[in-house]
């Protein structure tokens, strides 16, 4: 395992619910690195085990293991983590996790080769539609880490290793390999970046976090396409509750309503009106 530029470089960015934590279920914990969520699943009242979904910006790993020795113990035991894809803010913290917990890493093999060192992301797309963020994001790192000891094949099942109840499916278009998760009980979909609450382009929105349905961040997505199959194919479960990678958890009929208004609209809504990856008119 070697460090890289996605995992090392701490980038200047930040929202008003850095560093704090909310329960979006019993079980499933939402805890904020800097501009993006990861998310904690596990019951603290009947086990110190559980699972991480995401690992946060660079560096955010010591930070992460803290937020999980408050909720789950002193002797909190870290089971496994699920990948909803490999970009620098949602691999950032994962060395210094997987430096104190040697558990095995799920992911989609489309994203293998951007976490086993062989395979760069495209360059972010500075130039695309949208506001400061978008606009800095030529800063954002997109060299492959080299995680390859613990990576592991999610199952073509649809079962998630320590996660009984839960299944993933493929929703590619900000990535190959991006994946979602969904849990029956609760209707509880954590959707990564296939879409977000928060207009994630625009500085000012993810300061405050102005909760609202969007399409995936703009500069990053690639194929929009296959991102929009993607929100469709989430539509079609009829979540309860959305828990992205950023923005607040959003739940009920205000999510629903943004989340079918998002399908119905969305080469308007989420396609920008240019970038290099925007190949399509409208």
Request: proline share 10%; glycine share 10%; charged share 20%.
């Given at each position: 395992m070697e460090r890289s530029s996605s995992t090392d470089n701490v980038?200047?960015?930040?929202?008003?619910k850095d560093g704090s934590g909310r329960e979006v279920m019993r079980d499933v914990f939402c805890f904020t690195t800097q501009i993006v969520n990861v998310y904690f699943i596990g019951n603290p009242?009947?086990?110190?085990?559980?699972?991480?979904?995401?690992?946060?910006?660079?560096?955010?790993g010591s930070r992460i293991?803290?937020?999980?020795?408050?909720?789950?113990?002193?002797?909190?035991?870290?089971?496994?983590?699920?990948?909803?894809?490999?970009?620098?803010?949602?691999?950032?913290?994962?060395?210094?996790?997987?430096?104190?917990?040697?558990?095995?890493?799920?992911?989609?093999?489309?994203?293998?080769?951007?976490?086993?060192?062989?395979?760069?992301?495209?360059?972010?797309?500075?130039?695309?539609?949208?506001?400061?963020v978008a606009k800095m994001s030529a800063a954002f790192p997109k060299q492959a880490?080299?995680?390859s000891e613990h990576l592991r094949e999610l199952p073509t099942s649809g079962d998630i290793?320590?996660?009984?109840?839960?299944?993933?499916?493929?929703?590619?278009?900000?990535?190959?390999g991006h994946i979602s998760l969904f849990r029956l009980e609760g209707r509880i979909v954590i959707a990564g970046d296939a879409f977000v609450t928060v207009k994630q382009d625009s500085f000012y929105k993810v300061l405050v976090q102005k909760k609202e349905v969007c399409g995936p961040?703009?500069?990053?997505?690639?194929?929009?396409?296959?991102?929009?199959?993607s929100v469709i194919k989430i539509a079609n479960l009829r979540p309860s509750i959305a828990a992205t990678g950023h923005?607040?958890?959003?739940?009920?009929?205000?999510?629903?309503?943004?989340l079918v208004r998002l399908v119905n609209h969305f080469p308007y809504l989420a396609v920008p009106d240019y970038g290099k990856f925007v190949d399509n008119p409208k």
């Open positions: 980038l200047p960015v930040t929202s008003l009242a009947f086990s110190n085990e559980w699972v991480l979904v995401d690992a946060g910006m660079p560096e955010s293991l803290k937020e999980a020795e408050d909720r789950f113990g002193p002797d909190h035991k870290l089971k496994a983590i699920v990948l909803t894809h490999g970009h620098f803010d949602h691999v950032g913290g994962i060395v210094q996790i997987l430096e104190k917990f040697q558990v095995p890493v799920y992911a989609h093999p489309l994203e293998f080769p951007y976490l086993q060192g062989k395979k760069d992301y495209p360059e972010p797309d500075s130039s695309v539609q949208g506001g400061l880490i080299n995680i290793p320590e996660l009984p109840g839960w299944k993933w499916f493929h929703t590619p278009g900000h990535s190959e961040p703009v500069y990053l997505t690639t194929d929009w396409r296959a991102a929009w199959d923005g607040k958890p959003m739940r009920g009929p205000k999510m629903a309503a943004g």
